[in-house]
């Protein structure tokens, strides 16, 4: 695929292409209709033999070539399955199209100190579970970690003393920059402002600009409430100190937080699906390696 892509780069080899889609051609009659010196035709025209995207044959004194039809056609499928794949519903490019407009609508409205104050997210998602065990999902450091971020970010850093006036920091970098070698994507400092174990969970997090002064603040309110088949998780997202910097943080919290707790209730879901026997200690406390060093970062800092 590579090699083709490379012979079908060239303009002047991509000419040769549309002319021998119409019928074979010797070598005399192609440089005639490319405008184009014979030995350079001839030339492009062995590139793409190479390639296998032409073949020819030798009839008298002229050599004619004509296009094989298979490899432009599985360049034509790949590149319609990456079509696809972008496209797809609900996919990672719908999302991108989703925050960018979010942007350009934030942006503009963000004009003066203040401009997004009172403005209040909500979320409701119903969870796999006892209200004891989402609580320590939502508490623990370490689960914490496998889930507080979008679907494109991770967890570098988390702090999270689950009590009143306990201390939250959150650094999160992209997902896939696994040597922390990228720029930090974002970092957020807060504390905790009320703990009803198992039942309520209140925060405030103000997330950092570049230059390390507040975007805005957040006052996180969650509260649970236990079902039959689990327990229903209420999420009041409000924001307070907003600068006019803090446009494009504010833009991403709807597709943001939302995937955290999607991630949230696939993690407890999963652990709904796993063997009899198996308690939700054991399942809780099966975190991947990097909620491992998540954890670690965390019970450090927590203790200094």
Sequence with gaps: MDEVLSALADPARWRLVG??????????VLAQLAE??????????????????????????????????????????????????????????????????????????????????GRLFTFHRSLTGSPEFVWRHLTEASLLA?????????????????????????????????????????????AVDDVREGERLAYH????LPDGSTAFTSHVDLTLRPTGAGT???????????????????????????????????ILATAADRPAGDSEADISTATDSTADRNAATTNSRSTK
């Design 205 to 208: 997090l103000s997330p950092a």
């Design 36 to 117: 184009a010196r014979q030995p350079q035709t001839t030339k492009h025209l062995q590139t793409l033999e190479r390639a296998g995207i032409v073949t020819s044959q030798r009839t008298g004194q002229r050599r004619i070539y004509a296009l094989q039809p298979t490899p432009l056609r599985d360049l034509a499928a790949a590149l319609n399955r990456l079509a696809d794949t972008a496209d797809e519903a609900g996919g990672a490019r719908e999302i991108f199209d989703r925050h960018g407009l979010s942007l350009d609508a934030e942006r503009l409205a963000a004009e003066r100190t203040g401009w997004a104050d």
């Design 19 to 28: 002319l021998l889609a119409e019928r074979p051609r010797s070598v005399g």
């Design 232 to 266: 229903d998780l209420d999420v009041q997202y409000r924001i307070t100190d907003s600068t006019v910097d803090s446009a494009d943080f504010i833009a991403g919290i709807e597709i943001g937080f939302g995937q955290s707790l999607d991630k949230l209730a696939a």
């Design 146 to 190: 496998r889930w507080w971020t979008p679907d494109d970010l991770r967890v570098s850093e988390l702090v999270f003393e689950a009590r009143p006036g306990g201390r939250i920091v959150l650094e999160y970098r992209d997902v896939e920059d696994v040597d922390d070698t990228d720029l930090v994507a974002g970092r957020g400092v807060g």
